[in-house]
C-alpha cells in the first residue's frame, strides 16, 4: 500500500481527433483513466491535452557542418522538447546519439543511422558517400545502426548537368528497398525534384522526404501505394535564398528550385488530396533551428490541408505511423497541455502550457 505521487490532467484529454476525455491521470509515469486509490501529492495540469508533438524529419548531432559534441545535441532535442515536441524520427545524423535514450528528460528518437548518398552529392560531412555498387552494404550497415528506418539521398545537384537529378540508377534502388525491408527496415529519401520518384515508388520505398517534385504523374503512384511525405514546408521557405546563392553558378538549377518553391502549396495540396498521408518534419538541425513543429504545422494549413488534419500529422496518425502509443491506457505520459483547442486554431502549438515527458512536468 503505497502512496504514489501522481499527476492529473483535467480538461479536455484529445486521445484521438474525435475522442475526447475530461481527465487522465499519469501514474508511475504512465497514463491511466482510472482516478488511482491511495493518490498522494496530487499535482493537477489543467487545459487540452494532446500527445507529444512528432518530428518527423529533424536531425538531432547535426549542424550546418557536420556532427557535433554531445553538449551541442542535448540543447538541440531540449529546444525540441520546450517546444512540445516529444517523438522525433531522425531523418539521418552522423553522430551516435544512443545515450539519449537513456535520459528520461529528453524527447525520443526514431532513428534513421547516417544518411547514403552518391559520391561527392551532398552536403559535406553529412552522409556516407558511396557508388550504386555499395548501396547495398551501406544500407545493411546502417539498418542495423538505427531504429527501423534508413535514410538514402535520392537527389542532388549534379554539377556538371547544372541541375538536380537522381542520384541511383533504378537497379540499386530496387536492390538496396529490397535489402532494408528484408531486415525489417523502412525506407526513405530526400528528393526535391521529379525524376527519382517514380522509380522509389515502384521499387517500393516507404516514405520521401521534402518531395516538392511530386506532380499529377507521380501523386497517384503515392496514393496506390501508401507512400508518406513529410513536406518540410519550413526547410522549402529557404529555397529561393538557396537559388540566389547558386544563381550564378547553376542558373538551371537556381530555376528549378524557384518553380518548385512556387508551387510547394500546392504540390503538398493535391497530395493530401489524393490520399498520400503527409507528416509533420522540420528538417531541424541542418541549417533550420529545433523546435519548430507548430510553425511547419501552420504550414501545412497555409498549404490547404484541414486544422485537424495537420495536428494529427504531428500527433495521433504521426504516432500510429511510427508505431508509437498516444494517449493510450498504460502508455508513457508523453503530452503536451495547451490552453486553447488545437483543433481550432493550430497556432496555439506555439505556446505550450505545460509538456509532460515519462510523466514529469518538465515545461
Ligand atoms: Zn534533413
Not at 484521438?16 to 481527465?23: A, I, K, L, Y
Not at 553538449?71 to 524520427?89: C, F, M, N, P, S
Not at 529519401?189 to 517514380?198: G, K
Not at 502509443?325 to 488545437?342: H, R
Amino acid at each position: 500500500m503505497s502512496d504514489r505521487a501522481v499527476l492529473h490532467v483535467r480538461g479536455r484529454v484529445l486521445v484521438g481527433p474525435d475522442e475526447v476525455r475530461d481527465e487522465l491521470w499519469v501514474i508511475d509515469g504512465r497514463v491511466s483513466y482510472d482516478r488511482p486509490a491511495g493518490a498522494c501529492d496530487v499535482r493537477t495540469v489543467e487545459g487540452w491535452a494532446v500527445p507529444g508533438l512528432v518530428d518527423a524529419h529533424c536531425h538531432v548531432g547535426l549542424d550546418q557542418h557536420g556532427a557535433v559534441p554531445d553538449d551541442v545535441a542535448e540543447k538541440q532535442a531540449l529546444t525540441d522538447r520546450e517546444a512540445g515536441t516529444l517523438l522525433i524520427r531522425d531523418a539521418g545524423s552522423p553522430s551516435d546519439t544512443r545515450w539519449i535514450d537513456d535520459r528520461e528528460d529528453l524527447p525520443k528518437i526514431i532513428r534513421a543511422g547516417r544518411h547514403i548518398a552518391r559520391t561527392r552529392r551532398y552536403i559535406r560531412n553529412y552522409a556516407w558517400e558511396v557508388e550504386p555498387e555499395d548501396l547495398v552494404a551501406y544500407v545493411a550497415q546502417e539498418a542495423r545502426r538505427g531504429d527501423g528506418w534508413v535514410k538514402l539521398v535520392g537527389d542532388w545537384i549534379d554539377r556538371d548537368l547544372g541541375d538536380l537529378s537522381a542520384c541511383w540508377p533504378r537497379g540499386a534502388v530496387e536492390a538496396a528497398i529490397a535489402e532494408a525491408h528484408r531486415l525489417g527496415t523502412r525506407v526513405t529519401a530526400h528528393c526535391f525534384a521529379e525524376d527519382s520518384l517514380r522509380d522509389l515508388v515502384e521499387a517500393g520505398i516507404d516514405c520521401v522526404e521534402h518531395a516538392t517534385g511530386l506532380t499529377d504523374d507521380t501523386i497517384p503512384l503515392f496514393a496506390e501505394r501508401g507512400v508518406a511525405i513529410v513536406p518540410t514546408l519550413v526547410n522549402i521557405a529557404t529555397f529561393p535564398a538557396l537559388a540566389d546563392g547558386g544563381e550564378s553558378r547553376f542558373p538551371r538549377w537556381s530555376a528549378h528550385m524557384r518553380r518548385l518553391h512556387e508551387r510547394r502549396y500546392d504540390t503538398v495540396r493535391s497530395a493530401y488530396d489524393a490520399g498520400v498521408p503527409v507528416f509533420v518534419g522540420t528538417d531541424a538541425g541542418g541549417a533550420l533551428s529545433h523546435g519548430l513543429a507548430a510553425a511547419e504545422v501552420a504550414e501545412l494549413v497555409t498549404a490547404g490541408i484541414p486544422p485537424v488534419e495537420a495536428l494529427a500529422a504531428t500527433t495521433w496518425a504521426a504516432r500510429a505511423w511510427l508505431g508509437r502509443p498516444g494517449l493510450d491506457e498504460g502508455a508513457p505520459a508523453d503530452l503536451v497541455v495547451y490552453d486553447q483547442d488545437p483543433r481550432a486554431d493550430v497556432r496555439v502549438l506555439a505556446a505550450p502550457r505545460r509538456v509532460v515527458l515519462n510523466g514529469r512536468v518538465v515545461g
